[in-house]
Structure formats: C-alpha cells, structure tokens
C-alpha cells in the first residue's frame, strides 16, 4: 500500500542530495469533489498537487506557497496552493470543452508559469517559471536549474484517485556534486509514472538506490483545508463603496459570496455591511449577531 496524503524527505548519506516524496488520496480527491471538472483538469490539478506539496518542503518559514498557471487559451488558470501546516487547496478555470488528453504546456502556450511565496512576515517573493517542455514537472526542473542553479529531477503523476510527486535536488550550498549528481539522477530516472503512483516510498526507494545509504525523516501529514473566512470575505467587500454594497442588499436580499476553493457560503445583510465601515471593523463577531 502507498503512503497517503504524506511528504516525506529522503537525505543521502554519501552524497549532498535531497529528496522529497508526496503521495496525496484523501486531500486530492476532496479538492476534486468540490467541482466538476473533466479528467483533463483532474490529472492536471492532481499533479499541480503534488508539485506544491514537494516544494512546501522547501519553505523555511511560516506562509503559503502558490503555485499559478494562467492563458488566454481555452484552460484558463490552474492553481494549487500549499501551507506550512501542509494544507492544500487547487482550483482550475477553463472555457468550454477540452480536449481529452493534451500536454501541460501546449494547453498553456502563450501564457504564464508563476510560484508565489507569501511569508506570514516578510515580502512576498514571485518567481516565473518556464513552459519548458512538455510537462508541469519539465518546467518546474527548468525553475531550479536556471533561478535557483540547483541541478533538480521532478516526478509528477495523477489518475483522479491518487497524485504523487517525487524530487531529487542536489543540496544548495554545497560543494562539488557534479559527479553524484550524474550518478543518482540517471538512476531516478527510471521512474515511471505508474511507479510513483502505486508503490510506497520504501518500496521506490529501493527499486531506484538499492545500493545508496538513505535515510528517511518522519512523514509529514497533508490535508485538504481551505482558510477562507468570513473576515477575509468582508475585507474583500470593502474594494466596493458602502452605498454599492447597501445597493446589492437591497436588490437581491443579501451579498453572497462562495468561496471559490470549498464552496463555502458568506453571506452579508445591510447589518453586517454597517459593520465591515464601523471603525472597529471585525466581521467574524457579527456571526453570533445574526
Ligand atoms: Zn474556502
């Protein structure tokens, strides 16, 4: 049986390179539920899943990390986002109907790659990644290996059911490693989609580097959570004048508002509205109000 809904980091002890897998059932599965969207978007957004989860490993702070596809072709955005506490929630926008099978960036030709790293403090740093090749996982090693100068290997693969990403990356700021580098990523190479999709991290592990000493941390939980709030809601509201938001209320009954990520509802009446311009502004009490 496979790891779920785990990541879990591989350090090797006779050379300077990292790796990190993902295996993700439950969280994957729920994001999908919240839609319907055709199998097309599902691999897709399963593998944009599993490419957030393996470079979560990587933050060394408290933030989120967001990971953001966008074109004016007929697949409009595909998002996945992850925390430091490993939740993850994706969303994908498209324009009518999309052909059943068709590779990553030809989908997006024309358009933008984007990872976002929002730090609970500190300035948000965006990097543009390339649509280099074929596949989400071919850009995302063209990242690291011109921003980041960091020789790196990506696995991505999803079947609606299951997403599972692996990574191999040589250590940064570390030391000649051309030599280990050749060795371990023609090894890794090997791995086949069907591989990382079906078999534990012990199991893949050991088929790959038999021979190689390795050893692997504790696994690290994931989950699908989505942290919109009732607050975050009304902050956005405040983009719109008052006399435009008291408009709407009178028109329609109340602003509602679900969020895009988990379909959860916010709604706002002419109360809440005095309340998001009062100077004290803090919607999350007005629950218990009304
Ligand atoms: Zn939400």
Known sequence: MSSSDQL???????ADIRSVLVGLEQSYQQALSKHHYPRLINILLGEMMAAVSLLSATLKFDGRLILQAQSDNQLKVLMAECNHQRDLR???RFDGELPEQAEFCDLLEGGQLVITIVPE???????????EG???SNCLEAYFAFSEQ???QIHLAADEQRA????????PA?????????????????LSDDELLKLDNETILHRLFHEEDCRLFEADSLQFKCDCSRKRTGEALRYMTRE????????????????????????????????????????EGSDQLH
């Open 8 to 14: 879990q980091r591989v350090m090797f002890e006779q």
């Open 90 to 92: 994706a969303i994908a």
């Open 121 to 131: 403090q500190g300035k948000r740093y965006q990097g543009v990644v390339p649509l």
């Open 134 to 136: 074929k596949r989400l």
């Open 150 to 152: 960091l020789p790196t």
């Open 164 to 171: 599972a990403g692996f990574l191999l990356q040589v250590m």
């Open 174 to 190: 570390k030391g000649d490693s051309a030599t280990d580098w050749e060795h371990f990523s023609c090894l890794a190479a090997t």
């Open 244 to 283: 435009e938001l008291e408009q709407i209320v009178r028109d329609e009954g109340s602003i509602d508002i679900s969020c895009q990520f988990c379909n959860e509802l916010y709604q706002f009446d002419l109360a809440d509205i005095a309340l998001l311009f009062s100077d004290s502004a803090n919607i």
